[in-house]
């Protein structure tokens, strides 16, 4: 059974750092295009990173220059770091598996970030 399972999340204060994975299984991971999506209490979701089967990645303006995409196709897992922290990063972290061009794809229950001032 294909699934996405997110972990990593967790309280901390600002400025500080957590790294989020999100591990699949039953799909063929390499060739999905991975994302990572947040959705703060009272917000819409917003697209926070994406990364390419080719290692392509892109970032909200939000959080450029402080989050890094990365995956391990050896682990079927892709990874989301995450430092400077700051309060308006308090968001349940979901991770969405897309195949390019079919927009199919599988999402994670997220994982709750929690940044205290």
């Known amino acids: 059974q294909a699934q996405v399972v997110e972990s990593g999340g967790g309280v901390v204060q600002s400025g500080g750092s957590l790294r989020l994975s999100c591990t699949t299984s039953?799909?063929?991971?390499?060739?999905?295009?991975m994302r990572w999506y947040r959705q703060a209490p009272g917000k819409e979701t917003e697209l926070v990173a994406i990364?390419?089967?080719?290692?392509?990645?892109k970032y909200a303006d939000s959080v450029k220059g402080r989050f890094t995409i990365s995956r391990d196709n050896a682990k079927n897992t892709v990874y989301l770091q995450m430092n400077a922290l700051k309060p308006e990063d308090t968001a349940v972290y979901y991770c969405?598996?897309?195949?390019?061009?079919?927009?199919?794809?599988?999402w994670g229950r997220g994982t709750r970030v929690t940044v205290s001032s």
């Open positions: 990364i390419s089967p080719g290692l392509d990645s």
């Open positions: 969405n598996a897309v195949l390019i061009p079919t927009n199919t794809g599988l």
């Open positions: 039953g799909i063929i991971f390499k060739i999905y295009h």
